[in-house]
């Protein structure tokens, strides 16, 4: 038998190796290409909403597990750059040898109009659960809804945050919050109350059911009612900077005492800007710009 040279094990090494990485080349599967424009219901932005629909169940477990951030408020849309979606994925490389990433991926947020009837149903729900009396009395067709709230398919999980009743105008005012869409900014809604029941008069709180059992109900004019400080120096309250477009919600400190419907100067907290802003409610102002 004829001996084989160490040159000849080599090329047959070298050989074999080529053929080796051409089998496990074949053997690999092709990557799945992330869709280029995608609608999301969540809040959050998950790696399995950019898969197509024939992905994996393996490759879409593993994706569902990493988030790519908030996603667009209702109606709006985000696009995402191939380099931030890949630092998301960071450490799953077994996730990133699988996808391939297109250069950008508009992301688009389904959305819905909040319906009178939901907010009705909050509001009432709110004051009959404080015992106020005049709930029994309202109507869907009593709720003032005067701008269109988007939120994300299904249930917003309306919650009231605070309420004033002025007993003059017969009127009450509702902040309302979607629990369920926290991306969403609370929005104020009036409501026309009955004639005849007994108001919390110029009563706002940070929750209803607690203000209302704080404060005794009263049937009173508001013209015979003695003027209620509801802001003070180095409490902390809420400000709602308004404009035809934009609605921005900032937490300040305010730098004098103030009455509902006072102008008082107030710090923003974050800033240090100092602003003067109306007074609307109990630890609560109003700015427009």
């Known amino acids: 038998m004829t001996p084989i040279s160490r040159s000849a094990l080599l090329g047959f090494a070298i050989l074999a190796g080529g053929c080796f990485g051409a089998v496990t080349n074949a053997m690999r ?5 992330l869709l280029r424009e995608v609608r999301v219901t969540g809040a959050n932005v ?7 629909e ?12 990493i988030s790519l951030g908030a996603a667009p408020q209702p109606g709006n849309t985000r696009v995402l750059a191939r380099s931030g ?26 959305a819905r109009a909040i319906t009178l009837q939901e907010v009705f149903a ?16 309202m109507h869907p ?11 994300g398919p299904g249930d917003a999980g309306l919650e009231v945050l605070r309420a004033d009743f002025d007993a003059g105008l017969r009127r ?51 013209k015979n009612a003695k003027a209620e400080v509801l802001v003070s120096p180095g409490e902390q309250a809420t400000l709602v900077l308004r404009s035809d ?26 800033t240090g800007k100092i602003f003067s802003a109306q007074v609307d409610g109990r630890s609560h102002l109003e700015l427009n710009f």
């Open 85 to 110: 979606v890949l630092e998301n994925i960071g450490a799953s490389r077994n996730v990133a040898e699988e996808i391939a990433v297109p250069e950008r991926i508009v992301v688009a947020r389904e």
């Open 54 to 65: 024939g992905a994996g169940i393996s490759l879409r477990e593993r994706a569902g597990m």
């Open 245 to 270: 477009a934009v609605r921005m919600i900032a937490e300040v400190v305010p730098l004098e005492r103030g009455t509902m419907g006072q102008r008082v100067h107030v710090r923003v907290m974050d």
């Open 141 to 151: 067709e009593d709720v003032l809804l005067q701008t269109e709230i988007l939120v």
């Open 172 to 222: 009450g005012r509702f902040l309302l919050w979607a629990s369920r869409d926290p991306n969403v900014l609370p929005f104020f809604v009036a409501v026309r109350l009955a004639g005849n029941s007994p108001l919390p008069f110029s009563r706002a709180g940070t929750e209803l059911g607690r203000a209302v059992s704080e404060h005794a109900l009263h049937s009173v004019p508001a």
């Open 46 to 52: 998950l790696l399995s909403d950019l898969l197509p």
């Open 29 to 33: 599967l092709p990557r799945v290409e």
């Open 122 to 137: 909050a509001i009432r729900n709110a004051m009959e659960h404080s015992g106020i009396p005049t709930a029994a009395n």
